[in-house]
């Protein structure tokens, strides 16, 4: 009022107005114009996964454009934590009280639908126990449930169209499906090991890949519990059933090619890792040092049904400011990976994982048109980490099941929770092609390229038909034929025809092809025996029984056959084939009368019986050598196989277990 008088006089002092109209208006009382005064209302505090993730997004990326504002360079600034913390303060006042809106990829409808899956799966045990807080210096009782970690990306942008942070928001606020960094377990196959190899003309979807007992440096990697399938298995098979060998022998391959560079190409993939971490094979099961994120994972096996490209995950749109003008802008940047070929040949390798493979449940729970579904499954040390990555032509929706561990701990899922986590995807999947099933896009999966070859090879060594020599002996290869994609023509018949394998290995395979009863084909088993450099590794591994072929049916999906079941080899059968008795060979040297039968009139010895434990030649990138820099131990890996150790002599717990420093509980 004092400021009014004042204004007031200066005007009749300055002739702007009359000493009458001064006079009067001195006098009249401005605060019966005043609106009441009205108690400010506190800003309503909001929370929850989506919120969290969106406000801490859109508050760094908006101190980031203040930062810029002011000339300064992001860098540098974020090194100085205090300054860098004025402008998050900054930024977040803008955001809360001056009127800054936040647009996100975000559908609501999708999100909710995502919510509402979650909380109604039944996910597995709790896990109580006490333990020291070193934060409080007290003794707490703390009680874990499992956690859901769920994302779905929009194939083409990289927009995160919905997502699950968790399974109750209530007992733990961590986002698991963007904070979250674990164990990627088999899911990395695709992208690491299969689409690379492709990519450079290593394989077509049948090229024989070895899947006997190994030894690389120190590292003995198995498949599913501890066992071998000790015979040489097809790219496609060993995709779809996640055998961990093979992988690892086509790793080990790739890996030592100078020509090619995982790690720039895992970069394009948005997974950054160490130089130390591609060295170890066990990378190509998952064994990472620090693991990935769901939106790390989803968003990497989304570029199959991009065309090799990869759009980074995001979910803020834009940022306005209260006038409506765009502040920030997200701008995509894709990402070229693997070729248009490459991509359709894994679509359709990827598509036996869910009718044939280890997610061969799917077909019985999903209530849309699987027929152009891809996906892999991913499972690390002990059941500790559960993963699904499943894609249609838009989508790619991923899963990930675990504890969080706190305290050091280290709690394991059941062995049934792969299962589990397919039918959470399952239910994610369908309630979400309910509520828009235009997203998924389920009739736009691309023709074969021209790029792409489409051969018919033998089914048992990927190759085309012909006579080999091997051992002194001229061998025909012939029988059943299969269809094979790759970026190149079909293979010539070859005597080392696949990628790893040993010589005693080969030997094992061509006395099987000429009617001699030995152990190919049939499943082996880690018998836990100290591992020595000095012993042959077969003696550490038997033959498995029953219980445990039934174990792997129940793994590898609905469609596994055991290897012996369906061939039932012996020196008196005169169908010697492998599989499904899908081919026979004929010897045309002085090894035998080329029709298989035990009449055989060869007086060359048994290979098997007679060969040392010798390595197969650098073509076959076979690794029974000791070489020290092939030892895996990785932090995180994979528990679709373990891996003996030859410090140990039993299998290898590659989990990170961290113990607890604190005083003895009470």
């Known amino acids: 009022m004092r400021r009014k008088d004042i204004v007031l006089f200066r005007m009749y002092r300055n002739g702007d107005i009359s000493k009458k109209d001064y006079l009067a208006a001195k006098k009249y009382d401005l ?9 400010a209302s506190k800003q309503k505090k909001q929370s929850g996964y989506l919120y969290n993730l969106v406000m801490n997004k859109s508050t760094s990326l908006l101190a980031e454009k203040l930062i810029e504002q002011d000339g300064l360079k992001v860098s540098d600034v974020k090194q100085d934590t205090n300054r860098y913390n004025q402008y998050l303060t900054s930024s977040t006042e803008l955001l809360h009280q001056k009127g800054y809106h936040t647009k996100t990829t975000i559908r609501q409808p999708l999100y909710q639908t995502m919510q509402r899956i979650v909380k109604q799966n039944k996910y597995g045990q ?8 070193s934060s409080t210096n007290k003794w707490v009782n703390t009680t874990e449930h499992v956690e859901n970690g769920s994302v779905v990306i929009d194939n083409a942008t990289g927009k995160v169209l919905a997502f699950s942070g968790g399974v109750d928001f209530k007992n733990s606020q961590i986002n698991h499906a963007f904070d979250t960094y674990r164990s990627p377990g088999s899911s990395i196959k695709p992208y690491l090991v299969y689409g690379p190899a492709i990519e450079h003309k290593f394989i077509s979807s049948q090229t024989a890949l070895a899947d006997f007992p190994t030894r ?40 030592n090619d100078k020509n090619i560079n995982l790690r720039q190409d895992m970069k394009k993939l948005g997974l950054n890792l160490s130089k130390s971490e ?82 061969s449940s799917l077909t019985g729970t999903l209530k849309f048109n699987y027929k152009n579904l891809i996906g892999k499954t991913g499972t690390s040390n002990d059941y500790r980490d ?92 012939s029988g059943k034929k299969t269809t094979a994609l790759s970026l190149s023509p079909a293979p010539a018949a070859t005597a080392r025809f696949g990628i790893g394998g040993s010589t005693k290995d080969y030997n094992l395979f061509y006395d099987y092809l000429e009617g001699k009863n030995n152990d190919y084909g049939k499943v082996l088993i880690y018998t836990g025996k100290t591992i020595s450099k000095k012993k042959n590794i077969n003696s550490l591994f038997a033959v498995a029984d029953g219980s445990t072929s039934e174990d792997a049916k129940n793994y590898y999906g609905k469609n596994h056959e ?60 076979n690794s029974e050598s000791n070489n020290a820099a092939n030892d895996v131990n990785s932090n995180i890996s994979s528990n679709e196989g373990s ?16 113990t ?6 009470p």
């Open 31 to 39: 605060r019966a114009d005043f609106l009441a005064p009205e108690k």
């Open 126 to 133: 709790d896990k109580t126990s006490r333990d020291f807080d």
């Open 216 to 255: 690389f440096g120190n590292y003995i990697p198995t498949d599913y519990n501890s066992t071998v399938e000790n015979r040489f298995i097809s790219a496609q098979e060993a995709l779809s059933k996640s055998y961990n060998l093979p992988a690892v022998n086509l790793y080990n391959k790739l890996v």
């Open 278 to 359: 591609f060295e170890n094979l066990g990378l190509a099961l998952g064994g990472t040092d620090y693991g990935f994120s769901v939106a790390d994972n989803a968003s990497a096996f989304s570029n199959f049904y991009n065309n090799g490209k990869r759009a980074d995950p995001y979910y803020i749109e834009e940022i306005q400011d209260p006038s409506g003008r765009v502040i920030y802008k997200h701008k995509q940047n894709p990402q070229k990976v693997f070729s248009t070929g490459t991509s359709y040949i894994m679509q359709k390798m990827l598509h036996q994982v869910v009718t044939k493979g280890t997610a």
């Open 386 to 477: 559960i993963w699904f990555n499943g894609s249609t032509p838009g989508i790619t929706i991923s899963s990930w099941m675990g504890y969080d561990n706190f305290y050091g701990h280290s709690y394991n899922l059941d062995s049934n929770s792969s299962e589990t986590n397919l039918n959470l995807w399952a239910n994610i999947a369908n309630a979400l092609y309910e509520e828009d099933p235009s997203i998924f896009k389920l009739n736009d999966a691309p023709s074969r390229p021209s790029s792409v070859y489409k051969n018919k090879v033998l089914a048992r060594t990927g190759t085309l038909p012909g006579t080999v020599s091997y051992d002194g002996d001229n061998i025909e290869l």
């Open 562 to 621: 055991v290897y012996r079941e369906s061939n039932n080899n012996s020196s008196s059968s005169t169908n010697r084939t492998v599989g499904a008795n899908d081919q026979q060979a004929r010897s045309t040297g002085q090894g035998g009368n080329g029709n298989g039968s035990s009449s055989s009139t060869s007086t060359r010895r048994s290979r098997s019986s007679s060969a040392t434990e010798s390595s197969s030649s650098t073509e076959n990138s």
């Open 643 to 658: 891996a003996a150790n030859t410090n140990t002599g039993s299998e290898t717990s590659e989990g990170n277990t961290a």
């Open 660 to 665: 607890d420093s604190g005083p003895t509980a």
